[in-house]
């Protein structure tokens, strides 16, 4: 299971492994969902 955090920051998936962008993550892992957002860190699904 993915931890808030690695989830999302995913970026893809390789079969049943995530890609998670480990340099955004560790950059902006700390900051809430509405941060992340206000900051226009988010993706269309």
């Keep these: ?5 690695d ?3 995913t970026i893809g998936y390789d079969r ?3 890609i998670v962008d480990k340099q955004v993550r560790q950059n902006y ?5 509405k941060k992340l957002v206000e900051k ?4 269309a699904a």
């Design 16 to 18: 049943s492994a995530a």
């Design 1 to 5: 299971m993915l931890s808030r955090e």
């Design 40 to 43: 226009g860190l988010f993706r």
């Design 7 to 9: 989830f999302v920051f």
């Design 29 to 33: 892992g700390t900051l809430s969902t």
